[in-house]
């Protein structure tokens, strides 16, 4: 059931209670999510789910445009708002105005980690520079996502996830042979470099103390983290001067390493280079001579373009004498490394994804629709991270904020309001 302002108020006051924070890894850090869309939000999120208390500021005139992102009409959902708006008490705030600044200076200082994703020169521009920052708190950790990194003659240039895909090799990659590069159905670039700057910020807080020391900027580009992860295509390259081309769902250094249809047209996927799985593969194949042929001996002499093509043909066709479900039962009874490639609805009902509570479900606080949203991908015992609600209005905590962290009354933050301030 959709809650009323004042209900919606009443649930930001009890999440901000000590005890919904009690026991995570962050508790008593507080995060300025001063960023848009989703690498430099997903930070924040991030650092939230660990118990960060995570304030997210947008600009009252211009909200951020993930709110906008595929609404769900019947709903009024936004799926990826919904998620990477978690844990975040979300307030408005206009820089533009003189009593907006000292709103954010005031939140600077009561705070220990700014995340922001504005294009190079706005933030000195307005008068908010990082140097200015820090010493308003010198114990503050800025982390900083652009799509090209703060230096570099690309710096100035605008960052989206696409463009940042393409530059760091990974499009070029992606495809089959003779095909066009392929982008990532998803957001790979934001969520990569967001997760390297959760990382980052998490080392950065061991060493600082709010108001008083460890300040620092951290700067992560969209590029870099997936470029580091396609690290070893890029010195196969410095090694050899030849140029790493698409190779489809294979992997160059293995094989066979690929996706087979089944006779029910069905997916599996499957990587078997190893050498005992690859010669148990062969003799359920009842292809056992397979194992001492000189194409197919080692993984070395599999990987070589002419012997792949001729493998991967062979493995093929194995594949299309049985359902999926039989395809499966024997790879796993023969401890040959394959697995189902699942869609949407086959995780729905997934077992594993039920038992390891993978997804969890929640009402979404707004409207009381229930949400079913990825839990926390990490366990720890002890002092695990925790999903308490998603993403929220925007706007929707200016009265618990300002009031309970700042200390301004109800006619002083109407007066904002009045302002324009917030």
């Given at each position: 059931m959709a809650r009323s302002k004042e209900e919606l108020i009443k649930f930001i006051e009890e999440q901000r209670k000590p005890d919904k924070y009690r026991g995570l890894p962050l508790e008593g850090k507080r995060v300025?999510?001063?960023s848009t869309v989703i690498a430099a939000p997903y930070t924040?999120?991030?650092?939230?789910?660990?118990?960060?208390?995570?304030?997210?500021?947008?600009?009252?005139?211009?909200?951020?445009g993930l709110r906008t992102w595929g609404v769900i009409e019947a709903s009024g959902i936004e799926p990826y708002y919904s998620v990477i708006g978690r844990n975040k008490f979300p307030v408005t705030i206009n820089l533009k105005s003189e009593n907006g600044k000292k709103l954010f200076l005031e939140l600077i200082r009561k705070s220990d980690v700014l995340i922001e994703n504005m294009r190079l020169g706005v933030m000195d521009r307005l008068g908010l520079g990082h140097e200015m920052l820090l010493k308003e708190n010198p114990g503050l950790v800025i982390g900083k996502i652009s799509g090209y990194g703060m230096t570099g003659p690309h710096a100035k240039q605008p960052g989206f996830g696409t463009l940042a895909e393409a530059f760091s090799g990974f499009s070029y990659l992606n495809g089959y042979p003779g095909g066009s590069p392929t982008s990532p159905p998803m957001a790979l670039a934001d969520m990569t470099a967001g997760v390297h700057l959760a990382f980052a910020v998490s080392l950065a807080l061991i060493a600082t103390r709010r108001g008083e020391r460890g300040g620092q900027v951290i700067d992560v580009s969209l590029y870099?983290?997936?470029?580091?992860?396609?690290?070893?295509?890029?010195?196969?390259?410095?090694?050899?001067?030849?140029?790493?081309?698409?190779?489809?769902?294979?992997?160059?250094?293995a094989a066979p390493r690929n996706n087979y249809r089944t006779k029910d047209g069905k997916w599996i996927a499957m990587s078997c280079s190893a050498q005992k799985p690859w010669e148990a593969l062969a003799k359920v194949m009842g292809r056992e001579?397979?194992?001492?042929?000189?194409?197919?001996?080692?993984?070395?002499?599999?990987?070589?373009?002419?012997?792949?093509?001729?493998?991967?043909?062979?493995?093929?066709?194995?594949?299309?004498t049985m359902t999926n479900e039989e395809a499966l039962a024997i790879c796993r009874r023969e401890a040959i490394t394959a697995g189902p490639i699942p869609s949407m609805k086959d995780i729905a009902h997934d077992e594993h994804y039920r038992e390891r509570k993978t997804i969890i479900e929640m009402e979404d606080p707004a409207t009381g629709i229930m949400l079913k949203i990825?839990?926390?991908t990490f366990r720890m015992m002890g002092r695990p991270g925790k999903i308490r609600f998603p993403g929220l209005p925007q706007g929707s905590a200016n009265e618990v904020i300002y009031r309970d962290l700042l200390g301004y009354s109800a006619a002083q933050i109407a007066g904002l309001k009045e302002e324009a301030a917030i």
């Open positions: 300025l999510d001063f924040a999120a991030l650092l939230g789910d660990a118990g960060a208390d995570v304030i997210k500021i947008e600009n009252p005139r211009e909200p951020d870099e983290p997936l470029f580091g992860y396609l690290g070893g295509e890029f010195l196969s390259y410095a090694l050899t001067g030849e140029i790493p081309g698409p190779i489809g769902n294979e992997l160059r250094a001579e397979l194992i001492d042929d000189a194409r197919f001996k080692t993984n070395g002499d599999r990987i070589k373009p002419e012997n792949r093509v001729q493998l991967n043909e062979i493995v093929q066709q194995w594949y299309l990825p839990d926390v």
